[in-house]
């Protein structure tokens, strides 16, 4: 993959009837000039002023937003998704994804999608925007993180009922999370030794067993064993107790055992700024903590916070893995 000279980032549209679009307009009028990217989408879809490309080094040149222009089947009507549409949203990531395949782009920064849309109609069968885009780049293995300056936290399991996580946090999949993990961290963060500190699944992380098995069992004999190869890692540790701001200070990414011991601290931290980050892609993936607001879509009150962030921090991990600053 022949890379960009400068990081280009492809926004995709997401659902053209949700917050995508009027984000894209108002992180480029606060980021122009500092992080070069470009939208993906109908150019009937955006109220705000464009400058058509043809391809993505003409976003350096643009006056307005840079858009390369995809056709979508229907108009789009705020708030009201078009089945018609379904099609046209799957399409643009492919897009993103072949153009940053092919080194045209650096990296893909991806606007929140209604995934019930796609999987009603238009044939999607995948969980989300994550599984698709593993697909897309031939890869099985790839790991969530929610990213701000505050805190770097994976969940191992996602979206799963609480009940099945013990079933679903296998020694298999707990390692090979660490690994994606810390391999992301010096690649893309740039830290060549990096600190993770490993929550345990129980209260007070089983309490010697009294709370709970799977520390002793599983997750204490693995951190053990990859700390015998080297990894940095802290754990297991009470989750109640480990994202305080002192504790942050002794790591450099958490991983969590399920989706909400995960979330809960970082979206307490940095609500409005959290970025959601594809570990374990061969290319960059980002995207806003957030999605697509139907409910305030074309009322123009949505908060840009989110996704610029997660353009900025597309840009940073581009310049990390092709050696700029």
């Known amino acids: 993959m022949t890379q960009t000279a400068l990081p280009l980032i492809a926004l995709t549209c997401g659902d053209p009837s949700g917050i995508g679009p009027e984000l894209a307009a108002a992180a480029y009028g606060v980021l122009r000039g500092e992080v070069p990217f470009f939208f993906i989408g109908d150019p009937k879809h955006v109220l705000a002023e464009t400058t058509l490309i043809e391809a993505p080094q003409d976003a350096l040149a643009a006056r307005h937003l840079p858009l390369m222009p995809h056709a979508f089947a229907a108009p789009a009507t705020p708030g009201k998704p078009s089945p018609a549409n379904a099609q046209g949203v799957v399409e643009v990531i492919a897009r993103a994804v072949g153009l940053v395949t092919s080194g045209a782009a650096s990296a893909v920064c991806t606007a929140p999608i209604s995934k019930k849309e796609l999987v009603d109609h238009a044939g999607f069968d995948f969980p989300g925007h994550t599984e698709f885009l593993a697909h897309l780049a031939g890869v099985e293995d790839v790991v969530m993180m929610l990213a701000a300056d505050e805190l770097k936290v994976v969940p191992a399991t996602i979206h799963i009922p609480l009940s099945n996580v013990p079933r679903a946090l296998t020694a298999d999949a707990l390692e090979t999370t660490i690994r994606i993990t810390a391999a992301a961290m010096t690649r893309d963060f740039g830290i060549a030794s990096p600190r993770i500190a490993i929550a345990g699944l129980n209260p007070h ?121």
Not at 206 to 218: D, I, K, R, S
Not at 251 to 276: C, E, S, W
């Open 205 to 325: 992380a089983g309490e010697g067993g009294m709370l709970g098995g799977e520390e002793n069992a599983m997750i204490g004999p693995l951190c053990d064993r990859m700390r015998a190869e080297g990894f940095d890692l802290q754990g297991p540790l009470p989750a109640d107790t480990m994202f305080h701001a002192k504790a942050r200070l002794g790591y450099d990414v958490a991983i969590a055992m399920y989706h909400d011991q995960a979330l809960i601290p970082i979206k307490t931290l940095a609500f409005d700024r959290g970025v959601n980050v594809t570990l374990g892609l061969p290319f960059v993936r980002t995207s806003p903590d957030h999605g697509t607001a139907f409910n305030i879509a074309g009322k123009g009150i949505a908060d840009p916070t989110s996704l610029i962030e997660a353009l900025k921090l597309a840009h940073r991990m581009a310049q990390a893995r092709t050696g700029q600053t």
